[in-house]
């Protein structure tokens, strides 16, 4: 089942090589076609939007016809007197909610597929999907409750010898941040597990009972037979997340932060927000916070990447 | 057959799970409950809300339906989830096909699909492609673009890498070309996976409104489910201005989230026993 | 096996073809001279109507013939509305404007680009010579306003010119909201601050009568000692009750509201207002601002303020703790029209519960006799959140060029016209012209008598009071039925709700004093693109400043008396130079 992508064995020249790969593969390249235009239309034309975080950008004049400002848009942003604060919040928190939040899908779907009592299985699975389906406006709403003075949580916090607070209000490094990534294990974990419960039913059947036959334990079906077909979609997720970490679901710390704990919980979605979407928006300055964070993003993608092939040899490209 | 220690195991797991349910079956419920309250009440309580609060009340689903226009809705939604679906479910498959074979360029390929993740341009360079192929303004604006994305067909290509090579060296022998060991051979093995992207994409779809209020503003015929419910939610305390408040306005922005994930959660018993009976028909019967 | 693919296949071309089909439908209409498109900033709730044409007022208006060149041959106007996704407003916009699909008439509201740079861009038109021509009512609403008239017009190369139309009150419209406090707590936990006696209050039919009189005599809380006597004894009710989780007072997020508000009665609001030269001040170092933040750090000390006011915000929600107001557990707050007199009470007679004959009354906003030096003592409060008499704007874009705008600017005047347009975007169809105009849609909504009566009161001035099933609606009729959303006068003088006495003069009590001294949109929509990428930095840096140093001089961290604590946090607002705002509203009023 181990393979890796990388095909030592051929030793031919570049361009026999390249006849060699049309002659076999000219039909997939066909079918990449079509797939390819759907992308470059819908993706990457669009990304002409980019230029506006060189520009000075107005609305109506255009992506081309905007006055060019090269790096103004990102010194606004980095000589701003929170962003030291916020890049160092967001990084904080984007690596405390991969490490916290990587491994609970993957732990999630080992015991679905180990609860062998069919309906109850099912029952679970479809309640623990549900958070996913509930706005993020909700559920940072209970969470404001469950975290406030007299919340479900503080009192479980304040019965094992906390101090009584408004959890959400604390300001010491890294409370805020743990409950931001609780969040997002809480609405994510359960519909997470999905793909993984995907992958490990179908190694489940006839591998497993043939370890069972072996007279492998669970523990060693999980481990010789689950986990290493797990490793690939694990690594490939893996590497994904690093990815994307910065990119996504800032929108939740928008309901959740207040002036009083900027020094914790300001992001640089949140620090842009602030900064570009005042009486009017600043398309410029938001685009600029964007592009950088999918610069950052796309090292980080490409440095994972690295590591993971080494390591591992699952790399992704 | 079964150990004491794989007893214990399973009693372990099963309450581990109980708790996981529990735990998430909190904010739903909260949001059932409230929606079934008196607005009232509703407004002055704190905590969660563990049964309906004052007497049994559906004044929030009543201001909710009165426009006929909503109903009509979950019949456009249903458009653009098949519809975008079942798009982005064959692209997805072909995709991750691509993607799976050992081609010279396949990682520039895996490259030119995730800088798509990476990188994007806003909203109005968005608008002028769409515009400029004529969507703008119809239903095909809302499905043909977004219907599948990187993840969804790298989660497709893992499927089939992880499928075993012989089946399809046995198939290439007996002569089969690309098309036919992609439908017959190994989609029939991943079809697990291509299941799970597929419902990943319908949820993608049901609960996008943004696409739908900058192609469709004014055709509100057109709007899906998602955008009435942003419609109905975006000022929940403004009722209290008027000199003789209807309390029942506050239920809104609970019973929308309702009828808007109930068909969603309704059809998920179904989605686990296809992708059960997807797996086991895949399996190694092929 | 090898039929699956293919069902996807055929049910992808099914889609398709359906949504070509579907496409197909619905094309654009019919072009002529006088037919306009219109983007309003808001439509009604759709279960009125689909359309914002399909409202009998609009219908009314546009069902009139108008001769702009007195030629005697009239032309009816045609207008298409078209509303907005809520909450999708700028977004819609923004892509309007850049993808160069805007409409004729545009509502400014929610465009990030106001009049000044959409004309510096040339989408705006200058208007200035329809509005001189066509007129006529716009022009006298200015002449009647003088102090407010500079604002409809912008600065364009050193002259006054038109680029934008706005709607307009003459009068004030009433308040919808403002301080709320528990008056039956006075009744019950206070006495007399005379005699010592005991209060003494019941509802009287619709009415609360009591003999509540506060320390400086008055019926009403008017003086910051008045309210220091009533928050006292809030806290002893809430003493009296048991309550835990209450408080006196609950407070928005920062500890002011940059309105004014509370503020505005030491004698200047913290951020930007007008004084009484008509002159636009920063308050942000003022000894009134320092005068205030002691009194709030007293209130704080005395645990009269929600002490967790500084936790309950986020940048989405500034807020009263409604929870605990609306569970009867605090004494005064921040609170709107809905609550007023006994509406919060939802105990069902049960006397456990803290709702139980509640009685919110409005208070104005309190001037101070204690805190501070002389100057910040007995000033009237002058600025605070309310509408004002300018709101929405309109601009008319190069796509109106070469249709017939006199006819356009005679129709859109006649919604200026007194006792014309200005009725029908204030309240509606009068009987009469239910009558004259065959109106299902009111008669089918128990409006057959119209929106209004009109009346004389004892003064002998003309009132107009509103159709009671649109005061009792609860669903937005009120709204629905005029033409509240477009431009024009909307005439608010001698409106009558039929309310309650007692609730009547709590509303009343909300608009107590003039509020000369907001700065209303109708200026910041004014500024140059430079201005406001000037006072677009400066404001977030000063807001975020100020958001996390005035909870502290509230709460006791820092000390409004302490000279190093205040002398700090005005070298840092200095820094952050918040004065050239001043700079440009003065240039724009013209002083």
Not at chain 1, 259 to 283: E, H, I, Q, W
Not at chain 3, 344 to 358: A, E, F, P
Not at chain 3, 431 to 449: G, K, M, S
Not at chain 3, 458 to 475: A, C, M, R, S
Request: hydrophobic share 40%; proline share 4%; glycine share 8%.
């Amino acid at each position: 089942m181990n393979r890796t992508i990388a095909e030592k064995d051929f030793k031919l020249s570049k361009k026999a090589m390249a006849r060699k790969d049309w002659r076999k593969n000219w039909q997939i390249y066909l079918l990449f076609l079509p797939l390819a235009v759907y992308f470059i239309i819908f993706n990457y034309i669009p990304m002409v939007g980019i230029l506006v975080a060189f520009e000075d950008y107005s609305v109506t004049k255009g992506f081309f016809g905007s006055p060019w400002v090269g790096f103004a848009n990102f010194r606004v942003l980095f000589t701003g007197d929170e962003f030291l604060i916020a890049l160092r919040n967001t990084a904080c928190m984007a690596v405390l909610n991969l490490a916290l939040g990587f491994l609970p899908p993957i732990i999630l779907a080992l015991l679905f597929s180990e609860c062998h009592l069919k309906p109850y299985r099912r029952f679970t699975q479809i309640v623990s999907y549900m958070p996913n389906f509930v706005s993020a406006v909700v559920v940072c709403a209970l969470v404001t409750e469950f975290f406030g003075m007299s919340g479900a949580i503080t009192k479980i916090l304040t019965a094992i010898g906390f101090q009584e607070q408004n959890w959400l209000a604390n300001t010491q490094i890294p409370v805020f941040w743990l409950i931001y990534a609780f969040i997002g294990i809480w609405m994510g974990a359960g519909f997470g597990s999905v793909i993984y419960t995907a992958i490990i039913s179908s190694v489940s059947g006839d591998l497993k009972e043939a370890a069972a036959l072996d007279g492998a334990n669970r523990w060693q079906r999980i481990r010789y037979v689950v986990l290493p077909a797990l490793l690939p979609l694990c690594m490939m997720n893996l590497t994904l997340s690093v990815g994307t970490m910065f990119l996504a679901g800032w929108d939740k710390v928008l309901l959740l932060y207040m002036p009083k704990t900027y020094d914790v919980s300001d992001v640089l979605y949140t620090y842009t927000y602030r900064m570009a979407f005042g009486n009017s928006v600043n398309f410029g300055l938001s685009t600029a916070s964007g592009l950088f964070q999918s610069i950052i993003g796309t090292t980080l993608l490409i440095v994972s990447n690295k590591i993971n092939k080494k390591l591992t040899s699952y790399g992704l490209f | 057959m079964m150990s004491t220690g794989d007893i214990i195991g399973d009693a372990v797991i099963m309450l581990i799970l109980l708790l996981v349910a529990f735990i998430s079956f909190i904010p739903l419920w909260h949001v059932v409950m409230s929606s079934f309250s008196d607005g009232q009440e509703l407004l002055s309580h704190k905590g969660v809300v563990w049964k309906p609060l004052g007497d049994f009340n559906l004044g929030g689903y009543k201001l909710i339906f009165r426009n006929s226009n909503v109903i009509k809705s979950y019949l456009n939604t249903l458009l653009y989830v098949v519809g975008g679906t079942g798009l982005g479910l064959v692209m997805n498959v072909v995709a991750g096909y691509i993607l799976s074979r050992r081609t010279r360029f396949r990682p520039l390929m895996i490259l030119f699909f995730i800088i798509t993740t990476m990188f994007s341009g806003g909203t109005i360079p968005t608008y002028i492609v769409i515009r400029a192929l004529g969507m703008t303004g119809t239903p095909l604006a809302l499905i043909i673009p977004g219907c599948t994305n990187a993840m969804f067909i790298l989660y497709m290509m893992n499927a089939y890498m992880a499928i075993d090579r012989s089946y399809e060296e046995a198939a290439a022998i007996d002569g089969a070309g690309h098309i036919q060991i992609m439908f017959q051979v190994l989609l029939p093995q991943a079809k697990g996976m291509a299941i799970v992207v597929a419902v990943q994409t319908a949820i993608l779809k049901w609960n996008s409104w943004f696409e739908a209020s900058i192609y469709v503003p004014t055709q509100r015929s057109l709007w899906p489910l998602q955008l009435w419910v942003r419609e109905l939610t975006t000022n929940t305390t403004e009722f209290l201005k008027s000199s003789n408040p209807d309390y029942n306005q506050y239920l809104i922005q609970y019973a929308v989230i309702v009828i808007a994930t109930v068909p969603l959660l309704a059809a998920m018993p179904l989605f686990i026993s296809k992708l059960e009976k997807g797996i086991a028909s895949g399996g190694v019967k092929g | 096996m090898k039929k699956r693919p293919s069902k996807f296949v055929t049910l992808l071309l099914c889609t398709v073809v359906l949504c070509c089909i579907l496409s197909a439908c619905g094309s654009g209409g019919a072009d002529n001279d006088t037919s306009f498109t219109y983007v309003l900033s808001t439509g009604e709730q759709t279960h009125f109507y689909a359309e914002y044409e399909d409202n009998p007022a609009v219908q009314y208006w546009l069902s009139k013939e108008w001769d702009a060149d007195e030629d005697g041959k009239g032309k009816k106007v045609s207008i298409d509305f078209i509303t907005l996704p809520a909450g999708a407003e700028s977004d819609n916009i923004n892509t309007m404007l850049g993808t160069g699909e805007y409409p004729m008439i545009l509502d400014v509201t929610y465009s990030s680009e106001k009049p000044v740079q959409l004309y510096e861009e040339g989408i705006a038109l200058d208007i200035t010579e329809y509005v001189e021509q066509y007129m006529p009512n716009y022009r006298a609403w200015m002449e009647a306003h003088p102090e407010l008239g500079s604002r409809l017009t912008n600065m364009v190369n050193g002259e006054r010119r038109y680029l934008g139309l706005y709607a307009v009150n003459d009068a004030p419209e009433q308040a919808w909201g403002g301080y709320c406090y528990r008056r039956d707590w006075i009744v019950k936990y206070g006495t007399n601050p005379e005699t010592g006696a005991a209060f003494s209050g019941h509802w009287d039919g619709d009415n609360w009568i009591d003999d509540v009189v506060f320390p400086s005599g008055n019926t009403d809380p008017i003086y910051i000692s008045d309210w220091e006597w009533m928050l006292d004894i809030f806290a002893k009710a809430i003493e009296n009750l048991g309550i835990t989780d209450g408080y006196a007072l609950s407070i928005y997020y920062p500890g002011y509201l940059g309105t004014g508000d509370f503020m505005s009665g030491f004698g200047a609001p913290s951020s930007y207002y007008i004084d009484e030269n008509g002159v636009c001040q920063g308050g942000f170092e003022t000894e009134n601002f320092r005068a205030y933040l002691e009194c709030m750090n007293t209130w704080y000390a005395n645990g009269w303020i929600d002490p967790q006011f500084d936790e309950r915000a986020s940048d989405m929600f500034y807020m009263v703790n409604t929870a605990a107001t609306f569970a009867g557990k605090v004494g005064a707050w921040y609170g709107q029209l809905g609550t007023l007199g006994n509406a919060m009470d939802n105990s069902g007679g049960d006397t456990s519960n803290l709702t139980n004959g509640i009685v919110v009354a409005g208070a104005p906003q309190p001037i101070n006799d204690i805190y501070g030096t002389d100057e910040c003592k007995y000033q009237e409060p002058f600025a605070y959140y309310a509408n004002s008499l300018i709101s929405n704007c309109v601009v008319f874009t190069n796509k109106c060029e070469g249709m017939d705008l006199p006819t356009l600017f005679t129709a859109i005047d006649y919604l200026y016209e007194e006792d014309g347009g200005a009725m029908l975007k204030a309240y509606g169809l009068s009987a009469e012209q239910v009558e004259e105009f065959d109106c299902q849609w009111y008669r089918d909504r128990n409006l057959a008598e119209g929106t209004y009566t009109v009346g004389t009161d004892e003064n002998g001035n003309t009132t107009y009071t509103v159709n009671p099933v649109l005061v009792n609606d609860q669903e937005g009729l009120e709204s629905a039925a005029k033409l509240n959303r477009t431009i024009g006068l909307s005439q608010q003088k001698g409106r009558q709700y039929g309310y309650p006495e007692s609730k009547q003069h709590w509303i009343n009590m909300w608009m107590y004093y003039d509020n000369t001294g907001s700065i209303g949109n109708e200026i910041t929509s004014q500024f140059t693109t430079e201005q406001q990428e000037v006072v677009e930095a400066t404001n977030n840096y000063v807001n975020t400043y100020m958001n996390r140093t005035i909870p502290r001089f509230v709460n006791g961290d820092l000390d409004p008396t302490n000279d190093k604590d205040w002398g700090d946090y005005c070298a840092t607002i200095v820094k952050y130079k918040p004065y050239e705002y001043c700079d440009f509203v003065n240039e724009i009023l013209g002083n």
